[in-house]
């Protein structure tokens, strides 16, 4: 199967946590590191599921629909044929507001499922929103991913949670590198997602062994960790 490689790049504290909420004030001074490290793997593309989408970059906007019309075959839709950079949004079941096409000049794919609306695809059409279709009623990553590299050429990804999105690529083992920056906080917050958080409903596999490739102490104590899977 062809498929990007996939990097899982995070930030935690030293218990695994990655609610940035809980962090308050002294996460601030953090931000800037997160997305140095992220530039310096050059990936086409970064994922990430529908809460952190929500919380990080569309702020809760909601799609206004339009009434219903056409109907549309579940393919592939390529909105933009000259985009060589991606935001991939895993929006299964079609609830994200947009107000532009890009992040930041990435251009956006949206990561569903065959069961949205007709309204919602049509919705993603008119701002020229890229789609692909996982599955009928949820993802199939391995099947998402094949898609990204035949269908957009994208050739290396970044996989940026939260721990759901990155818990399902790591049960199904789709990830190929692992970059966690450890932040110097200790969390304990109780019933706090992680880094990788599977499914309880997902069968029980062995667990992911991973070989250390780098380490690094940044600015404010932060320690990168680099591992690729075995």
């Known amino acids: 199967m062809n498929k990007p490689r996939v990097i899982c790049h995070m930030a935690s504290t030293i218990d695994g946590r990655t609610i940035v909420d809980n962090w308050g004030d002294s996460y601030k001074k953090f931000s800037g590191l997160f997305e140095h490290c992220h530039n310096s793997f050059n990936s086409q593309a970064w994922m990430v599921g529908r809460v952190t989408m929500e919380k990080d970059f569309t702020e809760g906007k909601k799609p206004?629909?339009?009434?219903?019309?056409?109907?549309?075959?579940?393919?592939?839709?390529?909105a933009d044929k000259e985009a060589t950079s991606f935001a991939i949004a895993v929006d299964s079941k079609g609830k994200l507001g947009w107000d532009e096409n890009e992040i930041d000049g990435d251009h956006i794919i949206e990561l569903l499922s065959e069961s949205v609306s007709d309204q919602y695809l049509q919705y993603l059409q008119d701002r020229n929103i890229s789609y692909i279709f996982g599955g009928k009623d949820s993802i199939d990553f391995a099947y998402?991913?094949?898609?990204?590299?035949?269908v957009f050429g994208i050739r290396t990804?970044?996989?940026e949670g939260g721990g759901h999105?990155?818990?399902?690529l790591l049960h199904a083992r789709l990830i190929d590198e692992v970059s966690i920056l450890v932040m110097?906080?200790?969390?304990?917050?109780?019933?706090?997602?992680?880094?990788?958080?599977?499914?309880?409903?997902?069968p029980k596999k062995a667990i992911q062994e991973l070989d250390l490739t780098d380490v690094k102490k940044l600015d404010h104590g932060v320690l990168w960790l680099k591992y690729t899977t075995k």
Not at 67 to 72: A, C, N, S, V
Not at 144 to 150: C, E, G, H, K, V
Not at 188 to 200: I, K, L, Q, R, Y
């Open 157 to 159: 990804l970044m996989l």
């Open 165 to 168: 999105i990155n818990g399902s």
């Open 184 to 202: 110097p906080f200790a969390d304990g917050t109780p019933n706090t997602p992680t880094s990788f958080e599977v499914d309880a409903s997902l």
């Open 144 to 150: 998402a991913l094949s898609q990204l590299y035949d």
């Open 64 to 78: 206004d629909l339009p009434r219903p019309g056409k109907t549309f075959a579940r393919t592939p839709h390529v």
